[in-house]
């Protein structure tokens, strides 16, 4: 497989198939190849022949491997291992662009990702993850994306901008006034609010000169916190993107958006780009 895929982890049940159906968009957006795995557990008793995964894959994406579907072509893959290690060493190995896998339960909004194979997946590889709640009507026009100025969060928004190049890019900041049951004068809340308006500006002149389209980025600052800020973004936007940065080491950071991204993931109703920010932290 050459470079550039799109990898796709599927377990043959109707979770994964939103990400399947937006793998496929993806692909005939952006021509790239499309690698559709599904991972085989050493401990399973009897494990399926090849031929038969084959049909089940077939059966899952709508076409046999090989197929070029508008994009780039489709192929099949099975690592063996415990799943999530197995499709996590697959992201490794194959040097793809991004991993597109469906929400782990459907119980409830959260109960998404608490124990999951999913959080596990998103802590072990390096690569962007795309996880895909919503159904697919049409390409990712717009990109909602965190950010608290640091590092780790420009490189998520860089990666984004770089991954989804005709999406519209939002950026949204949320402050607070520290002790704020203390400084209850009103002056205090109105010069904060000029500091971090001017941070903001900032930040997006930095990441622009590395990903200059970023200089047409939209932005937003919302008084309160992180999670408040992009969900309010999505009620203006609803169909967008987010995106939110993990650290591979030690799992979901606070620092890319100033809140515990796992919440983000699990309360959201959005799709949502995880992109592992430990080369940027440095």
Known sequence: MTKSCIIVATDFTSRADRAIDRALQLGRDTKRPLRFIHAIDPDTRKAPDRAELDRRMEQAV????????????????????????????????????MLLIGPARYNSLGDYF?????????????????????????????????????????????????????????????????????????????EMEGDERAKLAKFVELVAEREPRLADATTG????????????????????????????????????????????LRFLDADMLVVNTRAAEG
Not at 70 to 96: K, N, Q, V
Request: some cysteine.
């Open 114 to 190: 608490v124990g999951t194979a999913v959080d596990y997946v998103l802590r072990c590889t390096e690569k962007p993850v795309l996880v895909v709640k919503k159904r697919v009507r049409h390409g990712y026009d717009e990109i909602i994306a965190g950010t608290d100025f640091s590092a780790a969060s420009a490189h998520a928004i860089i990666t984004a901008a770089r991954l989804f190049p005709q999406a519209k890019i939002h950026i949204c900041h949320a402050w607070h006034v520290p002790f704020e049951g203390f400084n209850r004068d009103g002056y205090v809340a109105t």
């Open 221 to 264: 600052l919302l008084r309160g916190g992180a999670f408040q800020a992009v969900k309010d973004a999505l009620e203006d936007h609803p169909d967008a993107l987010v995106v939110v940065g993990s650290h591979g080491a030690s799992g979901f950071r606070q620092a890319t958006l100033g809140s515990n991204t796992s919440d983000m």
């Open 62 to 97: 709508g076409y046999t491997e090989g197929t070029d579907q508008g994009g780039g072509p489709i192929e099949f893959g099975y690592p063996e291992g415990s799943p999530p290690s197995a499709i996590a060493r697959e992201c490794e190995r194959t040097d793809c662009d």
